[in-house]
Antibody, heavy 115, light 113 residues
Framework: EEQLVESGGTLVQPGGSLRLSCAAS????????MHWVRQAPGKGLVWVSR????????EYADSVKGRFTISRDNAKNTVYLQMNSLRAEDTAVYYC????????WGQGTLVTVSS | DIVLTQSPDSLAVSLGERAAINCKSS????????????LAWYQQKPGQPPRLLIY???TRETGVPDRFSGSGSGTDFTLTISSLQAEDVAVYYC?????????FGQGTKVEIK
């Protein structure tokens, strides 16, 4: 059974850092581009970042560029999102997604940025 | 960035009736190379992650009931639910994957009248 399980979400102070992880199983992880999409409480979906299958290409939304870094470890079937200089507006559920290509979403992990 | 504007923001439809959601893009999402439109539709039920319904913009994802259909090209697209069922109550989003950053519409909430 295919699974994407996010972890690492928690309460963090403004200006702080956090690393989210997404563990994949049940499919050949190294074949797929992976994405992070976030959703603030009660709000819509926002695409955050993507990484190609071997990790050599990454792209970001302008709102996180220079603060967030996506990476992956294909040996561990895991994709990461390193988030630095966090702001209140980064508060959201963060979804790990195998987007469009046999589309599959994790259940999400909640990041709360607050003092 | 490509801006997607959905209309209406919400709609209430009787069971068995037709529901239609529009999505207008600020620029064309039609690829010249393969003549395909890079537009998808997602459904999100409360407390759940989104689910891909349609892409391309008229190809149903595996397992999606055929009462869901997508149409349109260029900048104007429509998601149609031909006969609304109780389980279709959800928020629906259009999304473009034509250019980075990928963007979503603001969402349309569908309820039962």
């Amino acid at each position: 059974e295919e699974q994407l399980v996010e972890s690492g979400g928690t309460l963090v102070q403004p200006g702080g850092s956090l690393r989210l992880s997404c563990a994949a199983s049940g499919f050949t992880f190294s074949r797929y581009w992976m994405h992070w999409v976030r959703q603030a409480p009660g709000k819509g979906l926002v695409w955050v970042s993507r990484i190609n299958n071997d990790g050599s290409t990454t792209e970001y939304a302008d709102s996180v560029k220079g603060r967030f870094t996506i990476s992956r470890d294909n040996a561990k079937n895991t994709v990461y999102l390193q988030m630095n200089s966090l702001r209140a507006e980064d508060t959201a559920v963060y979804y790990c997604v195998r987007m469009l290509d046999s589309d599959y979403w994790g259940q999400g992990t909640l990041v709360t940025v607050s003092s | 960035d490509i801006v997607l504007t959905q209309s209406p923001d919400s709609l209430a439809v009787s069971l068995g009736e037709r529901a239609a959601i529009n999505c207008k893009s600020s620029q064309s999402v039609l690829s010249r190379s393969n003549t395909k439109n890079s537009l998808a539709w997602y459904q999100q039920k409360p407390g759940q992650p989104p689910r891909l319904l349609i892409y391309g913009p008229s190809t149903r994802e595996t397992g999606v009931p055929d009462r869901f259909s997508g149409s349109g090209s260029g900048t104007d697209f429509t998601l149609t639910i031909s006969s609304l069922q109780a389980e279709d109550v959800a928020v629906y989003y259009c999304q473009q994957y034509y250019s980075i950053p990928w963007t979503f519409g603001q969402g349309t909430k569908v309820e039962i009248k």
